[in-house]
């Protein structure tokens, strides 16, 4: 700073003096080549200062390799993440003060700071003002070291710094304006802290009234993907993972369960890959208002009752088990595969003609109901929104009679008899269908009968 003032020995300190009031303050003058003993700040506080200005001048020096490959990643997000750390810092105080050394100096010169910033903002200062460094040394290198031990010194898939930080975002965000969440928020700094800075609500990352944002961040390091994530949770996950949750969830229904297998696909689907649980929907190909129904029911249901944590945990021991899992199913290639698929006639006739006890009704079945079961037992799709069904809609055709047939095979009160037979074949149809939709090697053309080749799928035993 003041590079062009005079009178001074190229070794002596240009920077204003400080503190000072003054528009035009006289330079420093401390000669920088000479050790002299600073009352400013006592030797604990420069020591700690010292070292975190070390560890910035590695970061430079790794910044200025040739070869950007041979840095680590965590060091690509260093300047990004203490610059943003900083920010939180300044702006959730005093709540961030719990950060701080226990040195009442540096405290005190982060707390002078701070209300100085404050006093700039109401005298008319522009906001972007605000993310300007501190002009005293002193306050920028201790908020700095505040906003470095925010951050820790290593964390990777640290969730104990989501944990620090999420509070102070909250309140950062509280306290200011639009443009300066949505300038933290754009920021190129590293996944944990990125999760940390996206508001959520019951669990999900928000979706403050828009469909659409740009932050895509997953909410957890992940192994698996969105292809391995079906539209509904499979059963054998619910039972598996959710049992300690349906206990405590009292007077639970069957559609309840439904919603519930629903919002558990979109927190797995947040958790691989990222955004808003419309974005989530949207990716699952699950509907809009569909989605936001389903959390609408858990939301009446499990927030009075302080089931969300239960339900995170449970959510979070699927993960678990996907992450381990070599053989994982991709629902989004059998989504795929049987988008136009609809069951040849030969496969229903097999399927249904020897079942004798079904009478030619409204609610009997036709190849139309083998078609959708099909599809969502291969899927872990809604029936409802099966291609076929969507398809019928588009064309202004009814679907009544292929979903009144569908309740009828499936009320609890009709499985037995021909009806429970005829699930059994078409589950175990369902079966031989995914094996096909997973070993095969193209998408099949549309309007084709079968998920691969033309051969039947048997309904026997293989």
């Not at 190909?285 to 945990?313: D, M």
Request: hydrophobic residues 40%; proline residues 7%; glycine residues 4%.
């Amino acid at each position: 700073m003041q590079r062009a003032v005079g009178g001074l020995h190229p070794a002596q300190c240009r920077h204003p003096a400080v503190p000072t009031t003054s528009t035009h303050a006289a330079p420093c003058g401390a000669r920088l080549d000479e050790a002299l003993p600073s009352a400013a700040l006592p030797n604990t506080a420069l020591s700690l200062l010292l070292a975190l200005q070390n560890r910035i001048d590695q970061r430079l020096l790794l910044n200025h390799q040739p070869d950007d490959a041979a840095r680590a990643a965590p060091d690509r997000h260093f300047f990004a993440d203490l610059i943003v750390a900083a920010q939180l810092v300044r702006l959730s105080w005093p709540d961030s003060a719990s950060f701080m050394p226990p040195l009442k100096v540096l405290i005190d010169t982060v707390d002078r700071h701070v209300a100085n910033s404050v006093q700039r903002t109401t005298t008319g200062r522009r906001i972007s003002n605000r993310w300007a460094a501190p002009q005293d040394p002193a306050e920028c290198g201790a908020l700095l070291l505040a906003a470095s031990l925010l951050l820790g010194d290593e964390r990777p898939e640290d969730q104990a710094l989501i944990d620090r930080v999420q509070p102070l975002a909250a309140t950062s965000l509280n306290r200011s304006t639009a443009s300066i969440a949505a300038m933290l928020r754009r920021m190129d700094v590293s996944p944990d802290l990125a999760r940390a800075l996206v508001p959520r609500s019951i669990g999900f990352y928000r979706a403050g009234g828009h469909r659409h944002t740009r932050q895509k961040i997953p909410s957890r390091p992940s192994t698996f993907d969105l292809r391995h994530v079906p539209a509904l949770l499979p059963q054998e996950l619910l039972l598996a993972h959710f049992h300690d949750l349906l206990i405590e969830w009292k007077d639970h229904s069957e559609w309840d369960v439904r919603h519930l297998r629903r919002v558990a696909s979109l927190k797995l689907a947040e958790m691989s890959g990222g955004g808003t649980w419309p974005q989530c929907a949207e990716v699952l190909h699950i509907p809009w208002n569909t989605a936001q129904q389903s959390l609408k029911v858990l939301k009446r249901n499990f927030t009075p009752n302080g089931l969300w944590p239960l339900f995170n945990q449970s959510v979070e021991a699927v993960a678990v088990q996907l992450d381990g899992t070599s053989a994982r199913i991709d629902y989004r290639r059998r989504r795929e595969v049987l988008q136009n698929w609809r069951i040849p006639d030969t496969h229903w006739a097999e399927l249904y003609d020897d079942l004798v006890q079904f009478r030619q009704g409204s609610t009997s079945p036709s190849s139309h109901t083998a078609t959708v079961l099909a599809w969502a037992a291969v899927t872990q799709g809604d029936h409802l929104h099966s291609p076929l069904l969507t398809a019928l809609r588009s064309s202004g055709s009814s679907t009544q009679q292929v979903v009144a047939s569908i309740n009828a095979l499936r009320s609890p009160a009709n499985r037995k008899g021909a009806k429970l037979e005829l699930l059994n074949r078409i589950e175990a149809y369902a079966s031989r269908l995914a094996a096909r939709c997973d070993h095969s090697v193209g998408a099949p053309p549309p309007g084709h009968e079968t998920p691969i080749g033309s051969g039947p799928i048997s309904t026997g035993s293989d």
